[in-house]
């Protein structure tokens, strides 16, 4: 939480900065994830600008989806746990399997690309539901809600290791 409030304060310092905008006029890519090909619509990315800004190319994207989709099959293995939990212990109360589970394909996605002091490539994803009417400046600033449940969420992928951490879901009141 610390580090994505300190990535937040550094955007905002440098939201202003006519330098460093990165623009991507790739339409579609097309991956290669565990034999299985898959398209991804690179439309549902923004790359936000960061103080420092690092280029990011249609490769990394690419594991940027893959890494993104292992990471939330993992999450959803327990997801999935849980609602069968809480459908067991309440089953008066008509749980909704989408409020527990990610699914990709309804998420827009924020990366906040940086290099940390070990050289590795580090992308911060943001992730969240709505279309662009909901968030109108989501390709220029950070999109950053209270409560809202599993249709906001975030998680740091380092691409140098190929691995994830910290996947935070937003909670619901």
């Known amino acids: 939480?610390?580090?994505a409030v300190i990535v937040c304060l550094i955007l905002i310092s440098g939201c202003n900065s006519q330098?460093?905008?990165?623009k991507l006029k790739?339409?579609?890519?097309?991956?290669?994830?565990?034999?299985?090909?898959?398209?991804?619509?690179?439309?549902?990315?923004?790359?936000i600008p960061n103080f420092q800004p690092n280029p990011v190319s249609v490769a990394e994207l690419n594991q940027v989806d893959a890494l993104l989709r292992a990471c939330v099959t993992e999450f959803n293995k327990a997801a999935e746990a849980d609602y069968a939990d809480m459908q067991?212990?309440?089953?008066e109360i008509p749980f909704r399997k989408e409020n527990y589970v990610i699914d990709l394909a309804r998420y827009r996605?924020?990366?906040?690309v940086n290099v940390n002091s070990q050289g590795a490539k580090i992308v911060w994803v943001n992730c969240f539901c709505g279309d662009e009417a909901d968030f109108p400046y989501w390709k220029k600033r950070i999109v950053d809600v209270t409560d809202g449940g599993n249709c906001f969420f975030n998680v740091r992928l380092?691409?140098?290791?190929?691995?994830?951490?910290?996947?935070?879901?937003?909670?619901v009141a």
Request: hydrophobic fraction near 35%; aromatic fraction near 4%; avoid cysteine.
């Open 1 to 3: 939480m610390r580090a």
């Open 19 to 22: 330098e460093g905008k990165i």
């Open 26 to 47: 790739v339409p579609t890519a097309t991956t290669s994830i565990h034999e299985q090909e898959t398209k991804i619509t690179l439309t549902d990315f923004a790359v």
């Open 88 to 91: 067991k212990a309440h089953p």
């Open 109 to 112: 996605k924020q990366l906040v």
């Open 158 to 171: 380092n691409l140098t290791k190929g691995t994830w951490e910290d996947l935070r879901t937003n909670g």
